[in-house]
């Protein structure tokens, strides 16, 4: 047997240490159970992308939010060596402020500053809300087709999403009765009524004032708040919002959500919550970032106060001709082979392909050849009723990009499922 010598053993020691120490570190064992599954690497936007929520680069006020930097900065920028720029934890008290006549003025919320906690986009007030209402193995109620967002955060935290239809006028609230009584004959009280009533993604549709008042009535009784998410309000195309649920519950059980991410910029990764103070308090103590991101927040106070209601029509135009060109260009190219409601605003188009094409799949490919599109399974509770649903985000794509990706997404949806037919055209324009 080869027995090494002194100055061979070293040399293997040596070796050892050395692969050793160049090997990558194993961080695997240290993980804990129940992680969510590894991000993938980003590789890049695609050339055609019609996914998240981004907004609409050419309408980004972008003179405006230089000027109120400069001013803001200029006039309290001393601020920023404080924790909270001498606002507390909830915010900067300016930008709640604006926030306090803005929710008054369009959404009829009666509020003071002291109800509206400033979060790290609305992203962050969703798990603010959760942190402090869920458990796992609860149940709540969402609309059935719904921000994927929020139903990955209630997978990952084993709490039960129901899911009720919707139609044109939103949640179905025949089918919420239905959903709350069956529950309750079950002996299950869920936890919220979690809706997006004002512009609901992915559908587009607005809840009318007699269905809120039908839902805040099935709230009241069943003993369910009503989990209000608004951060598509600002871009009703009419301009004018049916007052928010928080604004016409007579019992505080509504807790309100928003954000800046649709009006002004998501990147800013400033949002909002509106609550009273009982469940406000509970979700503060949660808050422990010791406070969301201040320059944001100071620059948006600034910039809001004198300009918002100047900048969101301007925005809200450049929405619906992208919208125009999106559904000119689906009918063109995909003919009757795509349907879609005409949404009452927002970012998306919620469109119905053919049963035979699996979304999921037209995803893959689509994304292959460059175009990348929400497969609806990801935005439904309700897989089957999604399968052949897309989400189409038209605000950030330009006109150019939003025809030539329509074009290309018709030309792989027809490669792989047949549909549209071949001699859909110009010809079978809806
Ligand atoms: C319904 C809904 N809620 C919340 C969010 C989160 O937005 P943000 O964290 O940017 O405010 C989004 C983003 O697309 C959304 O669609």
Redesign the pocket.
């Given at each position: 047997m080869f027995a090494p010598h002194r100055r061979e053993k070293a040399t293997l020691t040596l070796f050892i240490v050395k692969a050793m120490s160049s090997a990558p570190f194993d961080f695997a064992p240290l993980l804990p159970a129940g992680l969510p599954p590894p991000a993938a690497r980003w590789n890049g936007r695609v050339k055609f992308d019609f996914t998240g929520?981004n907004n609409d680069p050419d309408r980004l006020p972008l003179d405006g939010l230089i000027a109120a930097a400069d001013a803001v900065l200029r006039r309290e920028g001393h601020t920023l060596s404080t924790y909270g720029l001498n606002s507390g934890p909830q915010g900067y008290r300016a930008l709640r402020d604006f926030l306090v006549a803005k929710l008054k003025a369009d959404a009829g919320i009666a509020c003071a500053a002291d109800d509206i906690l400033i979060t790290s986009?609305?992203?962050?007030a969703?798990d603010l809300v959760n942190g402090a209402l869920l458990a796992r193995g609860d149940t709540v109620v969402i609309e059935q087709d719904c921000?994927q967002?929020?139903i990955n955060r209630l997978s990952r935290l084993g709490v039960t999403p129901v899911g009720i239809p919707l139609d044109g006028d939103g949640m179905r609230v025949d089918a919420l009765a239905a959903v709350l009584d069956d529950l309750k004959r079950k002996g299950v009280r869920p936890k919220y009524i979690y809706t997006?009533p004002t512009v609901q993604?992915p559908t587009g549709t607005i809840l009318p004032v007699e269905r809120r008042r039908e839902m805040l009535r099935l709230s009241a009784a069943h003993g369910v708040p009503v989990f209000e998410?608004d951060?598509?309000c600002d871009l009703v195309w009419s301009g004018k919002r049916p007052p928010a649920l928080y604004a016409m519950s007579e019992r505080g059980g509504v807790i309100h959500i928003g954000?800046f991410?649709k009006s002004i910029a998501?990147a800013l990764?400033v949002?909002f919550i509106v609550a009273p103070w009982d469940v406000m308090s509970r979700m503060l103590a949660l808050k422990t970032d010791a406070g969301s991101g201040a320059l944001e927040q100071m620059v948006l106070a600034e910039y809001c106060t004198a300009n918002f209601f100047k900048h969101v029509p301007m925005l809200r135009q450049g929405l619906r001709a992208k919208l125009e060109t999106l559904m000119e260009s689906l009918t063109e190219h995909f003919g009757p082979a795509a349907e879609f409601d005409d949404p009452k605003g927002g970012i998306f188009l919620w469109v119905k392909l053919p049963d035979g094409v699996d979304a999921l799949k037209l995803y893959q490919s689509a994304l292959a050849a460059g175009v990348a599109i929400n497969p609806g399974p990801e935005w439904s509770v309700n897989k089957s009723h999604a399968r052949s649903r897309l989400r189409l985000c038209f605000a950030s794509p330009s006109h150019e990009e939003i025809n030539q990706g329509v074009a290309a997404l018709a030309d792989i949806c027809r490669r792989e499922f047949g549909v549209p037919a071949p001699s859909t055209n110009i010809d079978h324009a809806r």
């Open positions: 929520g986009g609305s992203l962050q969703i921000y967002g929020s997006i993604n998410d951060c598509y954000s991410s998501p990764r949002g």
